[in-house]
């Protein structure tokens, strides 16, 4: 196994890639869809079944783990893959994102953010450096550069000068972060829909230098149209051999088009927020299990997938346990969703290396189009 952090692309096929992350922790196929284990667990999920489902990789928040337990409580108790037994990769976000949209009586200064805890009102402040040694005290192994994302739509002076900001906060970034051979720093590219200025971002960081780049801002209310115009130009603005991450996207569709546009990870709440809900994604659509017309349904929620939840249980169950409140309904849509993803990265993967990917997407759209599945 590698010591270093490597990213080789293996096959293209128009913008899309398909490649390995290597990293000491182990392989990252890409494109690579990171499940979301904000609080240091994915929600409904034993570690071995977010394995099982095909993950390479998760994503923690250094936000949420900051304030609960602490970074320091977790580097005591011998860092975050001990702590939640998962010894794969671990991406961390930098806590920029979420200091935003979920602290309370923020204050923004050149310095970085000061806050009160939305849990118990406990004053903190994250920069640059202090988010570098957060994520470093959890073990992380991609690092996120502290930035600062405005709300869309904002106007060119706004989305200026917050992209200034974050281009002055990654280089502190990258100074405090060091030289940690084995562990990535990933650069994020600002500039809401302005592509003058991602390009200007674009430069900055490159200038920089990091691991991987991602294309920052987006998914924050803009809309498909408008998110992939602007994928339209960014990731080629980034290096061509470093790999590009798509934070916060999305829906299997959003995937889909950023991964034709170049794009070689992403993350999402979504396929594990929608298992709490009885939301499932199937590749005939979203099917709600909360439907009254599943309560006789003696069929899986995908007669063709091959999840432990497909396998094993049906409509109607998942369709009671999910009116009776019980916790093995989360479990099993989640378990469900989370493989749907992966099965669609593996899709994306195989598609680039045969040379395909617009046969795949021709298919993917036809299958969607059909409906969630035939009357009984
Ligand atoms: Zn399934």
């Not at 293996?10 to 904000?38: C, E, L, N, Q, W």
């Not at 977790?74 to 037994?85: E, R």
């Not at 000061?114 to 073990?139: A, C, N, W």
């Not at 889909?256 to 298992?275: H, N, Q, T």
Request: proline share 5%.
């Amino acid at each position: 196994m590698t010591q270093r952090f490597q990213f080789d692309i293996h096959a293209t096929d128009g913008k899309a890639r398909t490649g390995i992350i290597s990293t000491p922790r182990g392989d990252i196929r890409t494109p690579a869809f990171m499940p979301v284990g904000t609080a240091a667990t994915v929600k409904a999920m034993m570690p071995e079944s977010v394995r099982a489902t095909g993950a390479d990789i998760l994503l923690g928040n250094t936000y949420h783990l900051m304030l609960r337990p602490t970074a320091e409580r977790i580097a005591k108790l011998g860092g975050l893959h001990k702590f939640m037994n998962w010894d794969r990769p671990i991406l961390t976000d930098s806590g920029g994102f979420q200091v935003m949209s979920l602290a309370e009586l923020r204050k923004l200064t050149e310095e970085g953010v000061t806050f009160k805890s939305h849990i118990d009102g406990s004053k903190h402040m994250l920069s640059p450096e202090r988010s570098m040694e957060i994520q470093k005290l959890l073990g992380s192994d991609i690092v996120m550069c502290f930035d600062e994302c405005p709300a869309l739509p904002a106007d060119r002076a706004r989305i200026n000068e917050s992209m200034q900001l974050s281009m002055r906060w990654a280089a502190r970034s990258r100074e405090a972060f060091g030289d940690r051979p084995g562990h990535a720093l990933f650069g994020i590219q600002q500039g809401g829909l302005e592509q003058d200025m991602r390009a200007e971002s674009a430069a900055a960081l490159t200038k920089i230098g990091f691991d991987g780049y991602a294309v920052g801002g987006l998914a924050v209310g803009e809309g498909q149209e408008a998110m992939f115009g602007c994928l339209d130009y960014a990731p080629e603005q980034l290096p061509q051999d470093k790999p590009r991450y798509l934070m916060g996207v999305g829906k299997p569709d959003d995937i889909v088009g950023a991964v034709e546009r170049g794009i070689d990870m992403f993350d999402c709440v979504l396929p594990s927020r929608s298992g709490r809900t009885g939301q499932a994604f199937t590749r005939r659509g979203v099917v709600n299990v909360k439907n009254a017309r599943h309560m006789d349904d003696p069929r899986p929620l995908d007669e063709d997938c091959t999840c432990p939840c497909c396998s094993q249980y049906s409509r109607a169950y998942l369709s009671h346990v999910f009116r009776a409140q019980e916790m093995i309904s989360s479990m099993l849509v989640t378990w469900h969703n989370l493989h749907y993803y992966q099965e669609l990265m593996a899709g994306l993967r195989a598609a680039i290396a045969a040379g395909d990917l617009a046969g795949f997407v021709k298919t993917f759209h036809e299958a969607r189009a059909l409906g969630d599945i035939e009357p009984l």
